[in-house]
């Protein structure tokens, strides 16, 4: 029998427009199931959470909605919506695809990025390295979901990014456990975004392709979801 959610405590959000609510609720959900809080075969309660959080259904509706269409919940006719199992091997395979499709975006983007895009995606390198002096992990965390989504845009291919977006939930999962897995992960994952920003910059798409599957496959590795590669 799957259990409920009404252990789980939610804070009420405060200070947000309408617009943005789904948006926080969104995100408010997504880490609870990423961080393990709401549990694979949790049943999850729309009435519940808008009282929980102290808004309406609507929001927590849209969350929901974007949550399936992440593949992190699954909504059944007799048990309602549940938390999908992200059990290893799927993980795994999520994480393989992945690594190939942001590689994929990371060479276009080195053919395509312009000047902007390049300056963008530097800013957000910059947060990066505050955040990883700090260890402040949800800060990084944003960042580097920036850093991607700069990427993914000055690739400049509609499909890919519809590919990308269908991923993004399990694309959260791997970024959080990969950089709560060691402290040793921050700053080489850093080091990693810095070379794959030079490889953009050189033009260099075989290069930035290379560079950005390696470190999705070693985040991957790091967060305990692929065996390290024999030698």
Known sequence: MASAASDLVFRPLEGQDALS????????????????ELRAGTR??????????GVSAQPVREALRRLEADGMVLTQSRSGTLV???????????GRIRAALEG?????AAERGDA????????????MREATAAADIARLAMANERFHALIHAAAG???LLRSLTALRGY???FRVRAL????????KALAEHEGLLKAMRKRDPELAEERMRSHVLRSLRAGGLLKKPRR
Do not use: C, W
């Open 171 to 173: 694309d959260h999962f």
């Open 116 to 127: 902007t895009a390049l300056a963008a995606m530097d800013t957000q390198l910059a947060v």
């Open 44 to 53: 999850i309660s729309e009435r519940g959470l808008a009282l929980q959080l």
């Open 157 to 159: 291919n509609a499909f």
């Open 104 to 108: 994929t975006a990371a060479a276009l």
């Open 84 to 94: 999908a199992e992200f059990g290893p091997e799927r993980l795994a395979e999520m």
């Open 180 to 187: 709560e897995s060691t402290p040793k992960e921050l700053p």
């Open 21 to 36: 609510l789904g948006e926080v609720a969104y995100r408010r959900l997504r880490d609870a199931i990423v961080r393990g």
